[in-house]
């Protein structure tokens, strides 16, 4: 659920989606899925999200895949008015 000063960006694909064992930890340093790889670009993303003061958060959806959601404030710079130059 967004609010009017918020951004959402969805990011969804077709695989296999998240392993349940793994829901819990996949934004945690150092743990992948994958046989290649550090397991650190979720950990990164959610730093870095959360550095701005947003959210991420994943599920799998009914249709298949996995779904990324992050919630980013909309700088309060970005409701004022232009100011007009003469």
Excluded: C, W
């Excluded at 694909?13 to 290649?36: A, H, L």
């Excluded at 992050?70 to 309060?76: A, Q, S, T």
């Amino acid at each position: 659920h967004t609010q009017p000063d918020t951004v959402l960006l969805t990011v969804a694909d077709s695989g296999p989606g998240i392993p349940f064992e793994e829901q819990e930890r996949i934004f945690q340093p150092y743990v992948s899925t994958k046989e290649s790889g550090m397991g650190l670009g979720l950990a990164v993303v959610k730093g870095i999200v959360e550095e701005h003061e947003g959210h991420i958060s994943a599920t799998n959806p009914e249709s298949g895949g996995a779904r990324f959601e992050i919630h980013l404030p909309v700088p309060e710079e970005s409701f004022q008015s232009p100011e007009v130059q003469p």
